[in-house]
């Protein structure tokens, strides 16, 4: 058994932190929360440029070729710069699910753009039932000719207001299992009857209602097999819970180092209040959620890049941080007081963050259940 | 023993809640008991007045003070049950720096009488707005520590220094500051309070802070060689301490507040549950975990409720309040944060919805579509964060409770040599 | 990076599992970590049998070296071996074993060749003389005085907490032997010396596994001293600093237990006809147990490896302290849930499910947070200069 990082991924790790550190202020972050878009395309084109958008495609299409732990290790970084922007949804959302499934023609018309920073994704799942279950997909998509015809709403929809393409979930058949009958398909943003509205949320991250009124779309933009899109979107959701598990992990591991800071600078009663015994335990327990989330990560991480089969681990780990990362910043929002209660602080971009990150693919609720079906219950 | 109220007790809660159906606007969704809504938004301070004048019409203002100063002298009781009725309902109006716990108590436990005579009617009249000044930037928990310098030079006392994280101050006209008289003085024993004018006295400026629930309701307050005449010293001059004490000790209410403000969150929620329809077609209150949880916080909060009742007993019998004042106060501030987090589980990706302060009078059609309950919950979970902490952390009254109880003080480090 | 085990560690994983197979009563539904439930005679019986055949496999002290007894193996080796001990909740592993890490670091030739080597062999037990009435967390504060004489030490004074005392033939025992608080001096004592009384304490679980240790005048010959008199300081620090494997040890435990009530929930049916297991509130307490056992096993994993680098331990043996004890306590709570009525009842009354054993762990695992050093003391561990950095308390 061997826990250590390599080489290159330790280089990849200090070149994120430090890139981040210096050009993802906290100034900016809060900027984006109001900014229309979300994310400054010229940073975006650094990141692209970096290899970063590209880092978990293959070399053939102008990737870096890397595993998922290694992406793993890059979005622990950017969890804990809070940076804003679709990277997430760009990638594990739209090209990863286009990498594993797509025909050679997709791969070829979206995958090389995407590395360059030049095409923004994302995938419509949600809907207004708000559940992450196939059960819950309702926007209909109707076969006419050698088109598709859909129609409907979804909900919750990340960055579809800067995704120059889309990855809707929808229904094309109804069938006595609700998992089957579920198609893919490619929607441009721009594509006649597809309307986006911002919706304004807690962690002022971008996330949208988008209707579709008789989108047309072609067979040859269908993603995987008609009807059995259930399939891949299962994948999606495993890799992007455990995307948003590193996000969250890193987020975490700042607000510990922020408190244990706090708790050696700030003096009352004539001494650091990291001096007094009852806030010493309050950061051993954080400490605890911080660093057994870490290892539990890297584990699902490794697993998904070995391509060893990890649907329980995805779900402890998702499942542990819900519920850590919310616990990790109330804490040290009690450690801080007043201060961290202000908007001047960054403790609550965190806070926020940890309550949005809790429901993105599925909250403990959804990932217990899971792990209780890995169980036999 | 008798849980009941009696029938004078009723009738006057009866009277509460009909003035309070005719006075407040028909949709009115509630503030949280403290002032930050109406700290933050111009219309609730404006309605604030109003009904802090409709209050003083009524004769509720200064109800248990003496005659004398324009008060009404009614048993403690009614005054319990007048605030209740009004925190459940989430009335502004009744300014807790005044008449709860507040400026009324110092100065008639240790204003002289011309201060009473000058502050306590014109207050009873419901005329003016209260603030109170003490944390400073150096001095939170250790509140001990503060520095904003007072200086006597004739006659009057020059204040210089800063206070911070002051809610309504900008819109107080009248506030006890917390000042150091003697920086020779051992910590708490160079510390005096003053009256101060804010509205009427120049040197004095304010900086809005933003809170994280998004309200603008925080204050720093800066003293630029300010003037105040020395009448104005409340108690005696480096005696302050012994009003903090009082002051703190006469904070009874801030956690049965928390308490009962919670309780319509939880009847909101409850009735969410029973409106809203998972994506099975079945009602989310039949859901086995949502009834669990909600049931749940539902018995966090009725028992902490009856330490509540408990309190008020002992008020009003002259027992000894600290150890139970401690206990709901914790209460209130950790089943508040409670309610909020079962509120965001239940309400799922649609908590992350909602205008700042969960202010439905604000909701727009066309942005705020698909939030629900005005985004309550969204607000109610960031702002109760500040619940355990503010009017005293928990840990600071976990100390106080562990002191009633006997325990010995934690001891201090050996000085630095 | 690399989450699997070797080719050989999975044969010797297998070969450990096997043995248990075999070696175990049939159905036997496992014990909790440590000598308490030794206390209970059907359970003592399979202790000494399993210890002496750990003794006759070369198991006991697998890292140590072989002038000791011990194979010289790997970190890794040992750890697989104590986890299935402790997943299958097997009796036999013995408190010797930290002892004789004890011996081995500090002690001579002389005390190596006689006290290792019979307990790489299996054949003899241990017990440790450390608290006493007035030192718990405080462990310094102990007052068992030893005087030094001609022709050894003597003795005065008593222990209490002492696990299966009444069992074992030796006591690693911790003395004053200065009035400065922190000069004391390590002995092995010989249990059966004159002037050795006891008295068997019976636990909250039920199980006398307790003995107060009454020293009266007991004579201890010189070459038992381990380390330095007035050493023993360092021989206390190392002791907590090595104490790698209790954290573990209580999720492994832990894990057996939840596949036992996870079987359970399958199995029972609720009024309705409904498995327990699909009971929404039931399926979301045990998938929240898996998921932190889950959790805890990495945390367990990482500790070793870093014990393989030579990497500081203390925090991460903290961390998971903590986070074993807690969790075991919750397990007890939902088991005690999940089996309802039939959670209170004992392992010999009528009715009773699971052989009771979540009855025992409910109680037995209030003391996974105070024994081997308390959650307080592991977080202040935590906090301070091993850990986190945060200033002294005092």
């Known amino acids: 058994m061997d826990l250590a990082l390599s080489e290159e991924q330790e280089m990849l790790w200090k070149s994120a932190r430090d890139f981040l550190a210096s050009k993802v202020p906290k100034t900016l972050v809060r900027q984006m929360e109001e900014d229309e878009k979300g994310y400054v395309p010229e940073l975006w084109k650094e990141m692209a440029d970096l290899g970063w958008i590209g880092l978990p495609f293959p070399e053939l299409y102008g990737g870096g070729g890397f595993k998922f732990l290694d992406l793993v290790i890059l979005l622990e970084e950017m969890g804990r710069a809070c940076l804003p922007g679709p990277f997430l949804s760009t990638v594990v959302l739209g090209g990863m699910p286009v990498a594993e499934f797509g025909t050679e023609e997709q791969k070829k018309a979206i995958l090389p753009k995407l590395c360059k920073g030049e095409l923004i994704m994302t995938m419509a799942l949600t809907e207004p039932s708000a559940k992450y279950e196939a059960k819950a997909v309702q926007v209909e998509a109707k076969a006419e000719g050698d088109h598709y015809i859909i129609n409907g709403t979804k909900l919750f929809v990340n960055d579809a207001n800067v995704a120059d393409k889309m990855i809707v979930v929808a229904r094309t058949a109804k069938k006595q299992h609700p998992e089957e009958g579920i198609t893919l398909f490619l929607v441009d943003r721009k594509a006649p009857g597809v309307k986006i509205h911002l919706l304004k949320t807690i962690a002022g991250d971008k996330q949208c209602e988008v209707t579709f009124e008789k989108v047309k779309v072609a067979k040859a933009d269908i993603l995987g097999k008609v009807d059995h899109g259930w399939d891949i979107v299962k994948k999606v959701m495993e890799w992007a819970a455990l995307a948003k598990s590193a996000e969250m992990q890193g987020g975490a591991q700042q607000v510990l180092e922020m408190t244990i800071q706090y708790g050696k600078d700030r003096v009352q009663f004539d001494r650091p209040i990291g001096s007094f015994q009852i806030i010493q335990h309050y950061m051993a327990d954080m400490s605890i959620d911080v660093d057994s989330a870490r290892v539990s990560l890297h584990k699902a991480a490794w697993m998904v890049s070995e391509g060893i089969p990890c649907r329980k681990e995805i779900a402890v780990i998702k499942g542990w941080l819900s519920e850590a990362y919310r616990r990790v910043t109330a804490q040290s929002h009690q450690i801080h007081g007043a201060i961290g209660f202000t908007k001047d602080h960054d403790l609550e971009l965190y806070f926020r963050r940890a309550k949005a990150a809790e429901l993105y693919f599925g909250d403990a609720d959804f990932h217990r259940e899971i792990v209780a079906q890995e169980l036999g219950m | 023993m008798d849980f009941r109220f009696t029938p004078e007790e009723e009738a006057f809660r009866k009277e509460v809640r009909e003035f309070l159906d005719k006075e407040l606007p028909k949709d009115w969704p509630g503030t949280d008991p403290d002032m930050y809504h109406e700290d933050a938004f111009d219309e609730f301070h404006e309605l604030s007045m109003t009904m802090q004048r409709k209050l003083a019409a009524k004769g509720w203002l200064g109800l248990t003070w003496p005659k004398k100063y324009g008060g009404h002298e009614q048993p403690l009781w009614k005054q319990i049950i007048l605030e209740e009725e009004i925190t459940y309902r989430g009335a502004p109006g009744l300014d807790p720096y005044q008449f709860v716990g507040g400026m009324g108590d110092l100065l008639l436990d240790f204003g002289t009488e011309a201060q009473r005579q000058k502050y306590l009617p014109m207050m009873v009249r419901g005329e003016i707005k209260g603030a109170t000044g003490m944390s400073e930037p150096n001095a939170g928990s250790d509140l001990a520590n503060i520095q904003l310098k007072a200086e006597l030079q004739g006659d009057y006392f020059i204040l210089n220094g800063q206070k911070t994280w002051q809610s309504a101050a900008h819109r107080a006209d009248l506030a006890p500051v917390y000042v150091r008289t003697d920086p020779n003085l051992a910590k708490h024993r160079g510390i005096s309070i003053i009256l101060v004018e804010y509205k009427k006295t120049p040197g004095i400026t304010m900086r809005q802070l933003e809170m994280m629930s998004g309200l603008k309701a925080f204050n720093e307050v800066f003293y630029d060689n300010v003037k105040v005449p020395k009448e104005n010293l409340l108690g005696e001059i480096n005696g302050g301490w012994k009003i903090v004490m009082a002051a703190l000790s006469h904070e009874r209410s801030y956690g049965v507040m928390l308490l009962i403000n919670i309780r319509r969150d939880i009847d909101l929620l409850i009735q969410y549950c029973k409106e809203t329809k998972d994506v099975d077609g079945v009602p989310l209150s039949k859901n086995k975990l949502i009834r669990n949880r909600l049931a749940d916080v539902v018995i966090q909060q009725e028992v902490a409720r009856n330490v509540g009742f408990k309190l008020n007993h002992l008020a009003l019998t002259g027992g000894n309040v600290v150890s139970t004042a401690n206990a709901v106060k914790i209460l209130g501030g950790v089943t508040t944060q409670r309610v909020a987090q079962v509120g965001m589980q239940i309400m799922g ?12 009078r604000q909701t727009d059609p066309v942005k705020d579509k698909w939030t629900r309950l005005g985004g309550r919950m969204k607000h109610l979970y960031l702002s109760t964060v500040c619940n355990t902490i503010a009017a005293g952390t928990t840990e600071v009254a976990r100390n106080a409770a562990a002191g009633a109880l006997g325990l010995p003080r934690e001891p201090k480090p050996a000085p630095k040599k | 990076m690399d989450f699997r085990y070797t080719a050989e560690e999975e044969a010797f994983r297998k070969e450990v599992k096997d043995f248990l197979d075999k070696e175990l009563p049939p159905g036997f539904l496992g014990i909790d970590p440590g000598p308490e439930e030794e206390s209970r005679p059907e359970i003592f019986d399979i202790a000494v049998k399993m210890w002496r055949k750990f003794g006759e496999k070369n198991w006991i002290g697998i890292t140590w070296p072989k002038e000791v007894g011990g194979q010289g193996g790997t970190i890794w080796k040992e750890m697989i071996l104590l986890q299935e001990l402790a997943y299958r909740g097997s009796p036999g592993m013995d408190l010797a074993i930290a002892q004789a890490e004890l011996i081995t670091h500090f002690g001579t030739e002389e005390q190596k060749k006689r006290f290792v080597v019979p307990i790489t062999k299996g054949e003899v037990k241990w017990a440790i003389g450390m608290s006493e009435p007035n030192a718990g967390t405080d462990t310094f504060a102990i007052q068992l005085k030893a005087v030094e004489e001609a022709d050894g030490f003597v003795l005065n004074g008593q222990k209490i907490w002492t696990s299966g005392g009444h069992n074992a033939k030796w006591a690693m025992t911790y003395c004053r032997t200065d009035a400065n608080k922190y000069m004391i001096s390590v002995f092995i004592v010989d249990l059966k010396s004159p002037g050795i009384t006891m008295r068997r304490i019976e636990q909250a679980t039920g199980i006398p596994a307790f003995c107060e240790v009454f020293f009266d005048n007991v004579k ?65 307490r045990l998938a929240q147990l898996a998921i932190d056992i889950e959790v805890g096993m990495n945390m367990g994993h990482e500790l070793n ?77 935590i906090a301070g200069r091993f850990g986190l950095g945060l200033p002294k308390q005092h």
């Open chain 3, 305 to 381: 490896w870093m014990a393989t680098k030579g990497m500081p331990t203390v925090k991460p043996s903290a961390q998971i302290k903590v986070h074993g004890g807690n969790l075991c306590q919750r397990l007890g709570n939902v088991g005690q849930q999940v089996l309802g009525l039939y959670g209170p009842l004992e392992e010999d009354s009528k009715w009773v499910k699971l052989g009771g054993r979540i009855r025992h762990t409910y109680i037995s695992a209030l003391s996974f947070t105070l024994a081997g050093g308390t959650t307080e003391t592991s977080k202040n561990h």
């Open chain 2, 349 to 360: 990706m649609y908590g992350q919805l909602g205008p700042v302060g969960g202010n439905w």
């Open chain 3, 220 to 284: 201890v010959p010189k070459e038992n001293l381990l380390g330095k008199k007035n050493g023993g300081a360092e021989i206390l620090l190392f002791a907590f600093g090595a104490e790698r494997t209790y954290g573990l040890f209580t999720i492994y435990n832990a894990k057996r237990y939840l596949e036992q009530l996870v079987q359970y929930a399958k199995e029972a049916k609720d009024a309705d006809g409904v498995p327990v297991a699909k009971n929404p509130i039931a399926r979301s």
